[in-house]
């Protein structure tokens, strides 16, 4: 909107709002480094007298991080595997062929992402503990394999920009479908594909609710579980409680920062064509 | 021909299900089969110990007389209807002060978008120690300011605001799809409106309000859906308390069902939320047909 932005008002609107967003993480990474008699200091102090990484060992001395650093990063790569998978293949039957019945299956696709997951929670719940996969990571990895709406509309999104020609060219040549798909489509696709991939992979890591059913045995234990635990036990040790959250949000900024690109355009393209 | 093209149908019919039936599995196994089935649990009495016992409609009975549901629902419409708004409206012009040409602007996205991809137990973690009234960071500013310290979500009556002003801050995903709405929007309508004298305030309402309506309503039934689901945070930070004034209703029915193993009554408890917000999304849309303008229609 050309409301003559560039005028200092709104820049400094926006330096103002951008310190109140950041301000949380500063007070993160100030409390990590300072001891517990600092914390605990009245009036407060605003930094701490030396930065050293204490916290950060006996973060990792009193709770196994390392593994539940290993079982997220486990768990994300499976599922991102799995999602990319799926949505790759399932898109394609809804973006480049026409058959009866196509229609409806994508409305009922798409009118799962009105479904509460409260209400699968249970059941599914259910049908995974008679199964026997309760503390197994079977029932947080293997539903990827089936695609989910929202991926699944990305990638269709993407597809549905290729032209047909390519497809119809193949097929002249005696191509068949599959073909197509793997030679030509996800060549093409990998952009959508990596955003795909990086949304899959932060939502596993920051999934909370999935682990807490499934996953009772210490050493089954992913970040977002481990670090709930720990806030339990250490609440009254701020210093370690941050140092411990520090480490949980490291690897999310870290993603970011290299794949910003996938995050910006896969969120721009479903909320756009949505 | 003619055989031909039959031939293309017949193909494609036959691939397009190849192509398509993970995803038709995935959705008997793991949406439409749970939710029928959860339909049947919520009519017996079960703790996943002994079988299941067909008991009528005896939980919706007991769900009606309890309480705490409405309680619980009490507080979750509370929290959606502060956090829908307040949000849409806060993230819609965080957008509209991003959308400018000047170098670093992406500094400033960046800053806005982090909170909401950071892992909610960390978030949650993060907010206690900053809503602590001894240690934490408000009371810190409130105390050098001269101001009276406070409680937060502490406190029954500033557990649900305080949690709403957390959750603005985790929603920077909006301000995304909000911005790239406005880059796509043709400067030739800024450019007419200003020929016909209008000011940058009217662009505003007449322009850009309208044109964003449709990405606004989208954003706000996410928005809605999401708030109406409020778990992790709660769960974390107040357990419910204090004197259940952030009892979220998915909080309660966690509990019944794993603390408690009352899987019926849980399950009765899972439909009564999925009416309420089928009932709140179709109230959505319906209000949208008098302010949502699509271009092409």
Redesign the interface.
């Known amino acids: 909107?050309?409301?003559?932005?560039?005028n200092s008002v709104?820049?400094a609107?926006?330096v103002i709002?951008?310190i109140i967003?950041?301000?949380?993480?500063v007070?993160?990474i100030r409390?990590s480094f300072m001891t517990q008699r600092e914390?605990?200091t009245?009036?407060?102090k605003w930094l701490p007298a030396k930065f050293g990484f204490i916290n950060f060992i006996n973060a990792f001395k009193v709770a196994p991080f390392g593994l539940y650093f290993l079982n997220s990063i486990l768990l994300a790569m499976v599922n991102l595997v799995g999602q990319i998978l799926?949505s790759s293949?399932?898109a394609?039957?809804?973006a480049r062929?026409?058959?009866?019945?196509?229609g409806l299956?994508f409305a009922?696709?798409l009118s799962?992402m009105?479904?509460?997951?409260?209400?699968?929670?249970?059941?599914?719940?259910?049908?995974w503990?008679t199964l026997g996969a309760y503390n197994t990571f079977i029932p947080l990895a293997l539903?990827a394999?089936?695609?989910?709406a929202f991926n699944?509309f990305l990638v269709r999104q993407f597809y549905m920009g290729i032209p047909k020609d390519y497809d119809e060219a193949a097929?002249v040549e005696g191509a068949?479908?599959?073909l197509i798909?793997r030679r030509i489509i996800i060549p093409m696709a990998k952009p959508v594909l990596c955003s795909v991939g990086v949304f899959t992979f932060?939502s596993c890591?920051?999934d909370?609710?999935g682990p807490l059913?499934y996953l009772d045995k210490p050493g089954l234990k992913t970040?977002?579980?481990g670090?709930?635990s720990f806030?339990g036990q250490y609440?009254t040790q701020?210093n370690l409680?941050?140092a411990?959250?520090?480490i949980?949000?490291l690897p999310?900024?870290v993603v970011?920062f290299f794949a910003?690109r996938y995050?910006?355009e896969g969120?721009?393209f479903t909320?756009?064509k949505? | 021909m003619h055989g031909n093209g039959r031939n293309?149908?017949r193909?494609?019919?036959k691939?397009?299900?190849?192509?398509?039936a993970?995803?038709?599995?995935?959705?008997l196994?793991?949406?439409?089969?749970?939710?029928l089935?959860?339909l049947f649990?919520s009519f017996t009495e079960w703790d996943?110990i002994t079988p299941a016992r067909f008991i009528g409609a005896a939980n919706y009975r007991e769900l009606i007389n309890e309480p705490l549901v409405g309680t619980s629902i009490g507080v979750t419409l509370y929290y959606a209807m502060l956090l829908v708004p307040l949000a849409t409206i806060t993230t819609f012009l965080?957008a509209?002060?991003?959308?400018?040409k000047?170098k670093g602007i992406s500094v400033?996205?960046?800053?806005?978008?982090?909170?909401s991809?950071?892992?909610?137990?960390?978030?949650?973690?993060?907010?206690?120690?900053?809503f602590?009234p001894?240690?934490g960071?408000l009371n810190?500013i409130f105390?050098?300011l001269g101001l009276p310290p406070q409680n937060f979500i502490f406190s029954p009556e500033g557990a649900v605001p305080w949690l709403v002003v957390m959750a603005v801050?985790m929603s920077?995903?909006a301000v995304?799809?909000y911005l790239?709405?406005?880059q796509?929007?043709s400067?030739e309508l800024?450019e007419a409106s200003?020929l016909d004298g209008a000011n940058?305030f009217q662009?505003?309402v007449h322009?850009?309000v309208p044109m964003m309506s449709p990405?606004i309503f989208?954003?706000m039934l996410m928005a809605l859906?999401g708030a109406?689901?409020t778990?992790?945070q709660v769960f974390?930070m107040t357990s419910g308390g204090p004197n259940n004034a952030s009892l979220f209703f998915?909080l309660y029915?966690y509990r019944e069902?794993?603390k408690f193993q009352r899987?019926g009554y849980?399950?009765a408890l899972?439909?009564v939320?999925?009416l309420i917000?089928?009932a709140l999304?179709a109230g959505l849309f319906r209000a949208s047909r008098k302010w949502v303008f699509y271009e092409n229609k």
């Open positions: 909107m050309q409301l003559r932005v560039k709104s820049l609107l926006l709002l951008s967003m950041v301000f949380p993480f007070w993160l409390s914390i605990m009245i009036p407060i799926s293949f399932i394609f039957g809804f062929l026409r058959f009866r019945g196509r299956w009922l696709l799962t009105m479904i509460p997951y409260t209400v699968v929670m249970i059941p599914q719940f259910i049908f503990k539903p394999f089936f695609g989910n699944i097929l068949s479908y599959f798909y932060m890591w920051n909370f609710i059913l970040v977002s579980l670090l709930q806030i609440s701020m409680m941050m411990a959250s520090s949980a949000i999310m900024i970011f910003q995050f910006i969120i721009t909320g756009l949505g | 293309i149908e193909s494609q019919l691939w397009g299900y190849v192509f398509i993970p995803c038709i599995v995935g959705l196994l793991f949406n439409f089969g749970p939710m089935y959860s649990v996943m965080v509209v002060l991003l959308n400018v000047i400033f996205r960046t800053i806005f978008y982090i909170p991809i950071v892992p909610i137990v960390a978030s949650s973690a993060l907010w206690l120690y900053i602590n001894m240690f960071l810190s105390r050098s801050w920077g995903n995304v799809i790239a709405g406005l796509g929007i400067r800024y200003e940058a662009s505003f322009i850009t990405i989208y954003n859906i109406m689901q778990f992790t974390i998915s029915l069902a794993f899987m849980a399950s899972s439909w939320l999925f917000i089928a999304t």
